[in-house]
Structures are given as structure tokens and as C-alpha cells.
């Protein structure tokens, strides 16, 4: 079985761009998390896709967003980029959202703001 | 307020050695912990999780982890390291109702000396 997967792995954008990040999950996974993992602040939780609904959202401004598709594909856009916005944005993929689910990562997307 | 503490930044240990990597965790409840492990370049790949019962837990990789409530710690163990076991180590908390909500500790870092 596939694991989960980001696009693009790579990616550089100037101040005041927007961007957008793709994550296929595995197979059959429903739930689509989302994480920043900086240097400064660490692994910080975005938000969460179940069902194409958001369920939960983390603590980061309005700029991001994000959305999830029928077939459970979910992007994340980051409108108008700082450069604090420069991290690894990590993608995870679990069957249901209970805390009791394993989570299944990708290899994120590395994003460089110049 | 919930958070995960874990205080070596950055750990070397022989290869062969035993490793013990610590982890303090604050939380009102009692908690679903767990360790990842994040190799460079790569996304986090789940270790082990502790949610009830035998408070020692028995990983992948050969790792295993003991929850002690009265010391609010989960300690990361291996009795012998490998070449291959070099990478960053988060430990990590989340509610029951949410895997997403998850709180990261700032990671450590494992070396393994030749």
C-alpha cells in the first residue's frame, strides 16, 4: 500500500506570494492532518480534514487554509508568505481522527520564503 | 496547560550502547502518549503509543517505553543502539478524542558514535 504523499517536496516563493501544498493520503485513510515543523517553534499542529470537513484547527492566522477533496486529497494554502512561513509543512493520514488512530506522515513539503 | 518536555537536546551514545531518552509530560487527563522518530529528510514514522494498561510498551525498532504516572514521564529505551537508529526523537501527547491535537516535545537528537 502507497504511503502518503506530498507535492511538491520543494518549493521556494517571495514575500507576499501564496502557495499551495498537496497531500494524498494512504488508501482508506479519511482524516488529513496537517503540521509546521520550524526550527524556532518546533512540530505545531495546522488543522485537520475529516470527510471533507475541517475538524480541528491549531492556533495559526487566518492566511491559512486549507481544504479536502472527495477523495480525501487535501491541499493547504498559505496566502500572502513571511518569512516565518519557511519550515516543513508535514502532511499525515489516518483512518478516523480518535487519538487512538495511528497516523501515517509524509516526507512534507520543504518551503523556502525569500 | 498541556505540554510535553523533553530535556536533551542532542544525545551521543556508542554504537552497541544502551540508549534512555526522557520525556516530561503535563496533562490534566490521563494522557495517549507517544514517541515518533524523524530520520533527515524525512517525514515522522510512529515508534510506540501508550493509551492504557501494561505501562511498558513495546516499539518497532526494538524500542520500548515505560509510562510512569508519579513521574508524569515516558522514557524512551533500546538496549542497543545501531548506526541506523541516528536521528531526531519527538515524544508527544494528544487527547483522547483527537489524534491531530497532538502536542509535540522540542525532539532529541541521537548520534551514534562508531
Known amino acids: 500500500k502507497a504511503g502518503v504523499t506530498q507535492t511538491p517536496r520543494y518549493l521556494i516563493k517571495t514575500r507576499g506570494q501564496q502557495v499551495t501544498l498537496s497531500c494524498s493520503p494512504i488508501s482508506g485513510h479519511r482524516s488529513v492532518s496537517w503540521y509546521q515543523q520550524t526550527p524556532g517553534q518546533g512540530l505545531q499542529f495546522l488543522f485537520e480534514?475529516?470527510?471533507?470537513?475541517?475538524?480541528n484547527k491549531g492556533n495559526f492566522p487566518g492566511r491559512f487554509s486549507g481544504r479536502q477533496f472527495s477523495n480525501s486529497r487535501s491541499e493547504m494554502n498559505v496566502s500572502t508568505l513571511e518569512l516565518g512561513d519557511s519550515a516543513l509543512y508535514l502532511c499525515?493520514?489516518?483512518?478516523?481522527?480518535?487519538?487512538?488512530?495511528?497516523?501515517?506522515f509524509g516526507p512534507g513539503t520543504r518551503l523556502l520564503v525569500l | 496547560a498541556q505540554s510535553v518536555t523533553q530535556p536533551d537536546i542532542h544525545i551521543t551514545v556508542s554504537e552497541g550502547a544502551s540508549l534512555e531518552l526522557r520525556c516530561n509530560y503535563s496533562?490534566?487527563?490521563?494522557?495517549?502518549l507517544f514517541w515518533y522518530v524523524q530520520s533527515p529528510g524525512q517525514g515522522l514514522q510512529l515508534l510506540l503509543k501508550y493509551f492504557s494498561g501494561d505501562t511498558l510498551v513495546q516499539g518497532i525498532k526494538g524500542f520500548e517505553a515505560e509510562f510512569k504516572r508519579s513521574q508524569s514521564s515516558f522514557n524512551l529505551r533500546k538496549p542497543s543502539v545501531h548506526w541506523s537508529d541516528a536521528a531526531e526523537y519527538f515524544c508527544a501527547v494528544a487527547p483522547y478524542s483527537s489524534a491531530s491535537k497532538i502536542i509535540f516535545g522540542s525532539g532529541t537528537r541521537l548520534s551514534i558514535r562508531p
Open positions: 480534514y475529516f470527510s471533507e470537513t475541517q475538524r
Open positions: 499525515a493520514s489516518s483512518l478516523g481522527t480518535g487519538a487512538q488512530e495511528t497516523q501515517y
Open positions: 496533562y490534566g487527563a490521563t494522557p495517549y
